[in-house]
């Protein structure tokens, strides 16, 4: 597969890791590490289903109060690699996630490479930085995007 530490992620069985255990296992990762992953398709897809199933488990009711929104993330796959799409549905105290596009028009678009995604979601990145330095796309609610930490327990590694 590649490097050792991206061994040791695929033999991860990830419904035994934390949050904050994965935050520590992805600042440890080198950018070669991520490379490698993002690469390996089926890794690629259960290290992403795995980051939005936990959405679920990590949404905060009580900050997002009566927001009613559509996120659609795109994390943008490396060559030869597909992009892929999934969607959080915030609406009436419940964040649903849901793997691909709808046909629903997102209230912001979040467009993203592997290394960022993973960053970010770990506590890894500031979402800020990725976006003043271009690795984060925004299309849509801006002022929505900047608040989208709020709104979910993002471990820190």
């Known amino acids: 597969m590649g490097t050792d530490k991206a061994e ?17 296992i992805v600042k440890g990762l080198s950018g ?30 009580d900050a997002a109060g009566t927001l009613k929104a559509l996120i659609r993330w795109q994390v943008t796959g490396s060559e030869g690699v597909e992009d892929a799409v999934y969607e959080t549905d915030i609406a009436e105290g419940a964040c649903a ?18 290394a960022e995604f993973l960053k970010l979601v770990s506590g890894n990145a500031n979402p800020v930085t990725l976006f003043m330095t271009r690795k984060l796309k925004v299309v849509g609610d801006v002022a929505l995007a900047a608040g989208l930490t709020r709104y979910f327990d993002i471990p820190k590694a």
């Open 32 to 61: 070669k590490d991520i490379s490698t992953i993002a690469t390996d398709a089926p890794l690629r897809g259960r290290v992403l289903r795995e980051v939005f199933a936990r959405m679920e488990r990590q949404f905060r009711p």
């Open 8 to 24: 040791g992620i695929a033999g991860l069985d990830f419904s035994s890791v934390t949050p904050e255990e994965f935050a520590r």
């Open 97 to 114: 996630v849901r793997a691909g596009r709808s046909e629903a028009e997102p209230r912001v678009t979040l467009v993203m490479g592997d």
